[in-house]
Structure formats: C-alpha cells, structure tokens
C-alpha cells in the first residue's frame, strides 16, 4: 500500500512540471494517466478487501 502511495507523489510531482509547460495535450495524457492509475489503485484495494 505504501507504494501506491509513493508512487501517487512522484505523479504528482511530474504533474506539477508538466503544468508548467501549459500545453493542453500533455494535460490530457496526464488526465489519462491519473486515470488509469485510479483504476488500477481500486482494483488493488478491491483485492485487498476481498
């Protein structure tokens, strides 16, 4: 668990450097992204609680 943890930081960090760029389609690969990863992150915790 706590390297999803870990692994949210870094993606949060990356979404901070590639923000500062403001190039729309970098946002929406990373929108994409968060999303996959927030899939993936519910999955896991389903599996967890099962």
Known sequence: ???VVLK??????NLG???SY??????KSVR????QQSAGISTL???LMK
């Open 8 to 13: 949210f930081k870094n993606l949060s960090q």
């Open 45 to 47: 915790y389903y599996e």
């Open 22 to 27: 403001k190039s729309i389609p970098t946002i």
């Open 32 to 35: 994409k992204s968060i999303n």
């Open 1 to 3: 668990m706590l390297r």
């Open 17 to 19: 450097c590639r923000n």
